[in-house]
């Protein structure tokens, strides 16, 4: 395990202190608003919803870079998210099966900015409702983060489970059976490994929320699987995993930052 390296960037869960909710902090959250508890499909164990119209989530950060997690899911409806008073467009939140979602927001001018996401009254001709499910904002000031290698994420959903019997994976274990889990870094290019196995499945890679592809883990030998992706510049990286893909993450020119919580995390 190589040591920390330095936190630039901070990612905010819903319950924290400086995102505000029309307004107030979480402690004095409008009624409109309720907490929901998740260990499977979200960041941090938890996920603050809503379906009133006009209702917001806000934060004042300074940075060049921001972006919000959300849960998607079958009755959610769409949101507009403004970076300074100036609309940056809709965001729909539907999915056809719930998964943890993100957008992001870049090249934004050094100094104080204010991000406002605020739920609209519309929704996917195929959504069932107009929730907003929202689990994070993440924010990043732009300075350039050391190149390494990460074995600890700094987010996960809270259902993975620990592997002990596998010398191929540094320091000879693993985890599997988790959702999703969040890495950040700078640079051109990551690298995923995995461990492939009879039993695994896929994995899907989504670099700020834009998802790069499909990887397959199955392999008759339980053995180590890397998955190189190229061809941005600055970026965070999401890594979302099927039931039974054996997952433990190397990513290149990435930091390392001590979890919200102990991986995983215990519900």
């Keep these: 395990m190589t040591a920390h390296l330095n936190i630039v960037r901070l990612s905010l869960p819903s319950r ?6 029309n307004g107030s902090p979480y402690a004095q959250m ?5 907490v929901v508890n998740d260990n499977n499909t979200v960041s941090d164990g938890y996920y603050a919803q809503s379906n009133t119209v006009s209702q917001t ?6 940075g060049t870079w921001a972006g919000l997690g959300y849960l ?9 998210v403004s970076i300074d008073g100036v609309s940056q467009g809709t965001v729909d939140t539907y999915a056809a099966t719930a998964r943890p979602q993100s957008a992001y927001y870049n090249n934004l001018a050094s ?4 991000m406002t996401v605020r739920i609209l009254s519309t929704r996917h001709p195929n959504s069932s409702g107009t929730y907003f499910n929202f689990d994070y904002l993440d924010v990043w000031d732009g300075t350039t983060i050391p190149s390494g290698q990460a074995e600890t994420p700094f987010a996960t959903t809270w259902n993975w489970a ?13 985890y599997r059976d988790g959702t999703a889990m969040w890495h950040a870094f700078t640079g051109n290019g990551v690298t995923y490994q995995a461990v492939a196995a009879s039993w695994a499945g896929q994995v899907e890679v989504s670099i700020d929320g ?3 592809g499909l990887v397959s883990l199955y392999n008759p030998r339980s053995s180590p699987a890397r998955s190189t992706i190229p061809g941005w510049g600055r970026a965070r990286t999401s890594c979302r995993c099927g039931r039974r893909a054996g997952a433990r993450l190397w990513m290149r020119s990435s930091p390392r930052r001590r979890p919200r919580r102990p991986f995983p995390p215990r519900p």
Aim: cysteine-free; glycine content about 14%; overall charge positive.
């Design 16 to 21: 924290s202190g400086v995102v505000r909710y």
């Design 30 to 34: 409008p009624l409109a608003w309720s």
């Design 57 to 62: 989530v806000s934060l004042v950060f300074t």
């Design 72 to 80: 998607a899911n079958t009755n959610a409806g769409q949101v507009e």
């Design 111 to 114: 100094g104080p900015h204010t």
């Design 162 to 174: 620990r592997v002990n019997d596998y010398s191929g994976a540094s320091g000879g274990y693993y």
């Design 210 to 212: 834009i998802t790069r």
